[in-house]
């Protein structure tokens, strides 16, 4: 197998290819003077089987993105997957209002248009996967982000919503610990109520766990009012760290520990799902 490098999945490409004893090919990438982007697989694909494992995070990854699952065919790769370690504008699975496009058909129809298979890691919103008429497999990560805390001496996993239970039980189970939510209640269109389950955390060391840290807006308000009853330890952990607007630069002091999934490379990703993603391309999953 080659494994194709997308600009936004540099660290991640080569961790699985190193995994797989696969190859990674050489990319080249510049801008013509008048900004498009040019993109060449460096590495000969002819017959073989081809990973191209590159975010949509920004417009200009899912481009790159698009271009070399492309490139790839065109050199004659005899099969090719889209691997999207973070699949951005899955959020939109459907019109709210009148005129809007449904963003996450877009890029699952685009996508498959150019690959014979897509494989993602915890797509925020599952209703896109219906999208797809090519197999997409949705990997689940809750393991690997469990082990990592092991040995941490967690005393139990909070979720900031009702929505994140789920994946909150699945990794409390894993861990032998219990796990709760935060009930959130919207007020108004601008206000939000966040209300912890009654139970004593003071002196406790508590993980919040969540799929996805944005804005950081929900992470932040769940630490303030674990801060304010008392817990003695908090780490935080999401399985992708979009931190728009650098909001790991406000999360970071709050906090004891922060460890996010490197589906997107940062200075926090320090869980790997590099394994994840090998099995997954191998087959074995
Ligand atoms: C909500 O459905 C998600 O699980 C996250 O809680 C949310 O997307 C996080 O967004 P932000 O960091 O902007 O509060």
Request: with cysteine.
């Amino acid at each position: 197998m080659i494994i194709v490098p997308a600009g936004s999945s540099l660290g991640l490409a080569a961790k699985v290819a190193k995994e797989m004893g696969a190859t990674l090919a050489d990319v080249e990438r510049k801008r013509f003077p008048d900004g498009e982007m040019y993109v060449r697989i460096l590495t000969d694909t002819k017959g073989a089987e081809v990973a191209v494992i590159g975010n949509t995070r920004s417009d200009a990854d899912f481009v790159e993105l698009l271009f070399l699952l492309n490139a790839a065919r065109e050199a004659g790769a005899s099969h090719v997957t889209a691997v999207l370690p973070y699949f951005g504008y899955s959020r939109q699975h459907m019109v709210y209002k009148p005129g809007e496009p449904v963003s996450s058909k877009v890029m699952t129809r685009a996508i498959e248009n150019f690959s014979d298979r897509i494989i993602c890691v915890e797509m925020h919103d599952e209703e896109t996967i219906g999208f797809a008429s090519h197999p997409l497999d949705n990997l689940s990560v809750i393991r690997t982000s469990s082990e990592y805390f092991r040995d941490m001496k967690i005393d139990l996993i909070l979720s900031p919503d009702d929505g994140g239970y789920g994946r909150a039980k699945k990794m409390a189970e894993i861990l032998s610990i219990p796990a709760y939510y935060i009930n959130k209640k919207r007020i108004d269109a601008r206000t939000v109520e966040m209300h912890l389950p009654e139970i004593d955390f003071s002196g406790k060391s508590i993980l919040i766990v969540d799929d996805i840290i944005s804005t950081g807006g929900t992470i932040i308000k769940a630490v303030k009012l674990l801060k304010d009853n008392g817990a003695s330890r908090i780490s935080v952990s999401a399985v992708h760290g979009v931190f728009a607007k650098d909001s790991d630069k406000i999360i970071e002091p709050l906090v004891d520990l922060l460890a996010v999934s490197d589906t997107i490379d940062g200075d926090h990703s320090l869980i790997s799902v590099a394994g994840d993603i090998s099995r997954a391309l191998a087959g074995d999953e």
